[in-house]
């Protein structure tokens, strides 16, 4: 397999140099994928996308320059030098602290609907980030609408193997105002290494440039997002920096805010010490039960090329990194029908060999693991590339889970349990005091919060009022106690 890979590797970096149109490049480099999936054996199909005629027409005619706007992410910067640290108190928006004040970590409940077989939860449809690097924005908003229309609207998903079936367009919120709304990476890069500061800051930049989750979901909860038609996207500007763009003088009227932020670890992190049932699980209960994950990977050369299928990686290269939002899951009976042409009717699983993980042997040739169910993941490059606007990759198995344990191998960064994963939060309004009168007097005060602190580390249900409840009695509960206590003071 590797001599393969080498190859392949070779000639995309070969074609990188090839002079002809942005649709004949994308032609020569989509067949030699092709091959390569064709002699590995691959369970995914590759093509030109069609959505490259768009930016053909609209100017675009780099297609490595265009991939690089996909695949765009923020590099960790060397410190340019301690100087301009004096003018960070100046120019900083907000602190990490904050940042981290907003935010809920996820773990494992065990008590959530999650239902047997696939699901494919409510979700906007798929749209277009165009020639600028704004994936991560896309992929916030998108989880952002299906939140809302799964928290507020209680629109339910269910068992599809279609994914587009359970598109709704009854929000249609600005990826514009939200990418106008980056992070400055100097800024914040530089805080983070000087020893002067107590925290690290972070600045707004407009630069088109690729983005991080954990702060755009934040700008969710500091700015919220105003309609898409006060803030409209341009895809095709062409210019280094996102416009300010609004429509009318009473955008601000038409703003959603979300209140908070739920994230479940990566598996990087979580992988050492969580049993594999519970890391998946609790994926999927968030994504059931509060909406569409917001998540990132790191992209392999050959992804931009893939037209239906189970992807799984033909090369170890890298070309850059990608947000994208997690919509459901399948099962094999799903796979089945979802690409029957590919997937055999008879098989029970599908073997994964995987480059990634090849490059971490020591002592084997090859290790291939088999995948029972795959992620149904939505892209923002249009519904004219992949599959209607989607793609699928195999969810990590409990066989490899446990290898990657064992034998201290990194989880490869090119699947999407690696990172971690975001959807905003839209907390319940309490009208009446009774979920924290827990004396039952009919009054709320210091009694009861005292209460609450013996009982502080406990696994009652009755003290966990934390949003979303996580089978625990901790400082959420404690915070939560004092926002429905300041609520009944307004």
């Known amino acids: 397999m590797r001599k393969t890979l080498i190859i392949l590797a070779l000639v995309l970096l070969a074609c990188a140099s090839f002079a002809g149109t942005l649709l004949e490049t994308a032609a020569v480099r989509s067949a030699e994928v092709e091959r390569a999936i064709s002699e590995l054996g691959l369970p995914w199909r590759a093509g030109v996308p069609a959505i490259l005629k768009e930016y053909a027409a609209n100017g675009v005619s780099d297609l490595d320059s265009l991939i690089d706007k996909w695949n765009g992410t923020l590099e960790l910067l060397e410190p340019i030098g301690a100087p301009d640290a004096q003018d960070f108190e100046v120019q900083a928006t907000t602190r990490y602290n904050q940042l981290l004040s907003a935010m809920v970590n996820y773990d494992y409940c065990g008590d959530l609907f999650v239902p047997e077989g696939g699901f494919i939860q409510v979700h906007p449809a798929v749209r ?31 068992w599809s193997y279609a994914p587009w079936e359970y598109q709704y367009d009854l929000y249609n919120l600005s990826e514009q105002f939200l990418a106008f709304h980056n992070v400055d990476d100097d800024i914040y890069i530089n805080s983070l290494r000087d020893p002067l500061q107590s925290d690290v800051i972070i600045q707004d930049s407009n630069e088109d440039t690729g983005g991080w989750p954990i702060f755009s979901t934040y700008n969710c909860v500091r700015y919220g997002l105003p309609l898409d038609s006060d803030f409209p996207y341009i895809k095709y500007d062409r210019k280094n920096w996102i416009v300010w763009n609004p429509t009318n003088n009473y955008w601000e009227d038409n703003i959603i805010r979300s209140t908070k932020t739920i994230r479940i670890y990566g598996g990087s992190t979580l992988m050492s010490f969580l049993p594999y049932d519970e890391y998946v699980m609790a994926i999927k209960e ?31 290269t890298i070309r850059g990194g990608h947000a994208v939002t997690l919509v459901g899951w399948l099962d094999m009976d799903g796979l089945k029908a979802a690409f029957p042409d590919l997937i055999n009717p008879q098989a029970t699983s599908i073997t994964i060999e995987d480059p990634f993980i090849e ?37 990590i198995s409990e066989e490899l889970y446990n290898f990657l344990i064992e034998e201290f191998y990194a989880l490869p960064k090119w699947m999407i349990e690696c990172d971690d994963m975001y959807v905003p939060l839209f907390e ?19 009694a009861d919060f005292e209460l609450l602190l013996a009982n502080m580390f406990t696994t009652s249900e009755k003290y966990d009022i934390s949003i979303p409840k996580d089978g625990r009695v901790d400082q959420e509960d404690a915070s939560r106690f004092f926002v429905i206590f300041n609520s009944m003071l307004d």
């Open 428 to 446: 319940e309004s309490y009208e009446t005091s009774e979920d924290i009168d827990f004396n039952g007097d009919g009054i709320v005060d210091r």
């Open 286 to 316: 968030l994504l059931v039960n509060y909406g569409a994950l917001v998540t990132s990977f790191e992209v392999p050369v050959d992804f931009s090329y893939y037209k239906e299928g189970v992807y799984v990686p033909s090369t170890a």
């Open 359 to 395: 490059e971490q042997l020591f002592d084997l040739d090859e290790y291939k693991w088999e995948a029972t169910e795959f992620w149904v993941i939505k892209n923002s490059w249009s519904e004219d590339w992949g599959w209607k606007g989607y793609y699928v990759v195999p969810m």
């Open 128 to 158: 277009n980030q165009g020639a600028h690097g704004t994936c991560w924005a896309f992929a916030t908003v998108a989880s952002f609408e299906s939140a809302l229309l799964v928290q507020e609207d209680r629109l339910p998903g269910g």
